[in-house]
């Protein structure tokens, strides 16, 4: 029998274990890449410059947030941001945001915001 986990708890307990795998990470862009099933993980610290991170690392942190968030089209490229535990769509090349330093706001835009974990 299921037990009703209230939503904080989900929420810390993501965020616990991506900080165990990546203790500096405050956001987390997956990249798919197309025709196959991989996807390109690139994580950030709250400097918004990259982390330097093993595959395996981003492999798993991208399980889990992917796990957290089946309904999402993981087709399209996403950042979750940490702090929050809110996934948006990645701002697309071009635009304000998609290199994080760029605006200093990891692309926290209402337009782009998908979901938030425990709602």
């Known amino acids: 029998m299921q037990k009703n986990v209230p939503a904080n708890l989900s929420r810390a307990s993501l ?7 990546a203790p500096s990470a405050a956001l987390i862009r997956i990249v798919p890449t197309y025709g196959t099933a991989e996807t390109i993980t690139r994580l950030y610290g709250c400097d918004f410059y990259s982390l330097l991170t093993d595959r395996e690392t981003g492999q798993e942190v991208s399980r889990l947030i992917r796990t957290h968030f089946p309904s999402a089209d993981w087709r ?3 950042d979750f941001h940490v702090g929050t535990a809110s996934l948006y769509l990645t701002p697309d090349p071009a635009r304000l945001g998609f290199v994080p330093e760029d605006d200093q706001t990891f692309g926290l835009v209402d337009s782009r915001f998908v979901a938030r974990l425990g709602g």
């Open 15 to 21: 965020r616990d274990r991506i900080l165990s795998l």
């Open 76 to 78: 399209d490229p996403h």
